[in-house]
């Protein structure tokens, strides 16, 4: 049952966070273009959120935590590279971020496996 409330709960943000980026670009706060951007950059924070919630029980067939954490940066960094290039912001460095994430979720993960 605890899995079907995350469920629900998730639906609910991801559709409060989509009413939200619609309507600032309705208003000029943002671009229609950027909107897909910081829907990918939130939802992402989400799955970090549910990552962190999910930390203390562990279903048998479910992802870990460290799974959950680690496509939930991934896909927070994809957004926020994605919303920079459209302001053109750190033009010159935006492909070095999601190759610097990528990277250290893997020297994070080897360190992981070296533990056990």
């Not at 995350?6 to 229609?32: H, K, P």
């Not at 991934?74 to 492909?95: A, K």
């Not at 979720?105 to 496996?113: D, E, Q, T």
Request: charged share 10%; aromatic share 14%; glycine share 8%.
């Amino acid at each position: 049952m605890a899995e079907t409330s995350f469920t629900i709960l998730s639906y609910g943000i991801f559709l409060v966070i989509v009413a939200l980026r619609l309507a600032f670009s309705a208003v000029g706060f943002i671009g229609l273009l950027e909107v897909p951007s910081i829907i990918a950059m939130l939802s992402g924070l989400w799955i970090i959120v549910l990552a962190a919630l999910q930390q203390g029980r562990q279903d048998r067939y479910a992802r870990s935590t460290f799974s959950l954490f680690s496509w939930g940066l991934i896909i927070s960094t994809l957004g926020l590279t994605w919303f920079l290039y459209g302001r053109q912001f750190f033009v010159n460095y935006l492909p070095v971020m999601p190759l610097l994430v990528i990277g250290i979720l893997a020297i994070i993960a080897a360190l992981r496996h070296m533990k056990k």
